[in-house]
């Protein structure tokens, strides 16, 4: 079974930074993302990476601010995230699948519980 589990959220003002780190378990899967969902809002896709870490994608409004990578020793998947704005204020999860290439929210199989993210003005 695949367990993803986030870390590193918090509370940061606006052009700071945060690292999100999610911690993976269980059969190694084609593809890791990160998705958000603000109060009120749809989930949406910020990023994802492939299992080689070779391969990227961005959300447009995310490029050239995050980064998405994977560290295998430790079997994570970090975000860093930098010149945050209020509007990336949101839970933000972690994802996988074994599809090659997702970034559909509809794609991804294994879920973690999430981290809040709140960026204030």
């Known amino acids: 079974q695949v367990q993803l589990v986030e870390s590193g959220g918090g509370l940061v003002q606006a052009g700071g930074s945060l690292r999100l780190s999610c911690t993976t378990s269980?059969?190694?899967?084609?593809?890791y993302g990160w998705f958000r969902q603000a109060p009120g809002r749809e989930r949406e896709f910020v990023a994802a990476?492939?299992?080689?870490?070779?391969?990227?994608n961005y959300a447009e409004s995310v490029k050239g601010r995050f980064t998405i990578s994977r560290q295998y020793v430790k079997d994570t998947v970090s975000l860093q995230m930098n010149m945050l704005k209020p509007e990336d204020t949101g839970v933000y999860y972690c994802?996988?699948?074994?599809?090659?290439?997702?970034?559909?929210?509809?794609?991804?199989?294994?879920w973690g519980r999430g981290t809040q993210v709140t960026v204030s003005s």
């Open positions: 990476v492939s299992w080689s870490g070779s391969t990227t």
């Open positions: 994802a996988a699948t074994s599809v090659i290439g997702a970034t559909k929210l509809s794609s991804f199989d294994y």
């Open positions: 269980g059969r190694s899967l084609s593809t």
